[in-house]
T-cell receptor, first 111, second 113 residues
Framework: GQQVMQIPQYQHVQEGEDFTTYCNSS?????IQWYKQRPGGHPVFLIQ?????EVKKQKRLTFQFGEAKKNSSLHITATQTTDVGTYFC???????????FGKGTLLTVNP | NAGVTQTPKFQVLKTGQSMTLQCAQD?????MYWYRQDPGMGLRLIYY???????DKGEVPNGYNVSRLNKREFSLRLESAAPSQTSVYFC????????????FGPGTRLTVT
């Protein structure tokens, strides 16, 4: 079945440093979504990417969808303590019309 | 506008007991989902309902049943709880299917002893 791999599993940064998490799929994706989950909280939708090579920005967050639509990344510039949490990608594609979530990247930020 | 609500927030069961997790949404969404989240495993789909009157299995349906009671409500039932079902359960809803953003409830933390 479809697999969505996410790396790294954990990332610890100093406040002000940049952070990137990567998502790779075994199959071509029709769309990919990103979610953030604060510790003890529930996942919250951040963005959806649909087009090949698409780049979207939300303030300090930059989301990219690869040209082959098999990978995606989330980059945070100058992290803040409010960025702490687990970031999940979720992809849909091929014969699988359901969303498959990656295992997430836990970001911790040292103030 | 409460969004997606879930009850209970916490539950402890003994092996073999049954229980129903309740979920309701007030966003007039057609699709609803049940996920479980285990440490290091991400979110895994248990069951979903694309629209009122339909349900279908997800990745990990064994040991669970669901009911789409009406457009607002989607319940998850554990008929005979097992320790392997200890997890955090999230309900979610979306406008129409997996191509739309999903709104998650606060979760139910279930422990089976």
């Amino acid at each position: 079945g479809q697999q969505v791999m996410q790396i790294p599993q954990y990332q610890h940064v100093q406040e002000g440093e940049d952070f990137t998490t990567y998502c790779n799929s075994s199959t071509t994706l029709s769309n990919i979504q990103w979610y953030k989950q604060r510790p003890g909280g529930h996942p919250v939708f951040l963005i959806q990417l649909v087009k090949s090579g698409e780049v979207k920005k939300q303030k300090r967050l930059t989301f990219q969808f690869g040209e082959a639509k098999k990978n995606s990344s989330l980059h945070i510039t100058a992290t803040q303590t409010t960025d702490v949490g687990t970031y999940f990608c979720a992809g849909r594609g091929g014969s699988n019309y359901k969303l498959t979530f990656g295992k997430g990247t836990l970001l911790t930020v040292n103030p | 506008n409460a969004g997606v609500t879930q009850t209970p927030k916490f539950q402890v069961l003994k092996t073999g007991q049954s229980m129903t997790l309740q979920c309701a949404q007030d966003m007039n969404h057609n699709s609803m989902y049940w996920y479980r989240q285990d440490p290091g495993m991400g979110l895994r789909l248990i069951y979903y309902s694309a629209s009122e009157g339909t349900t279908d299995k997800g990745e990990v349906p064994n040991g669970y049943n669901v009911s789409r009671l009406n457009k607002r409500e989607f319940s998850l039932r554990l008929e005979s709880a097992a320790p392997s079902q200890t997890s955090v359960y999230f309900c979610a809803s979306s406008g129409q299917g997996f191509g739309y953003e999903q709104y998650f409830g606060p979760g139910t933390r279930l422990t089976v002893t």
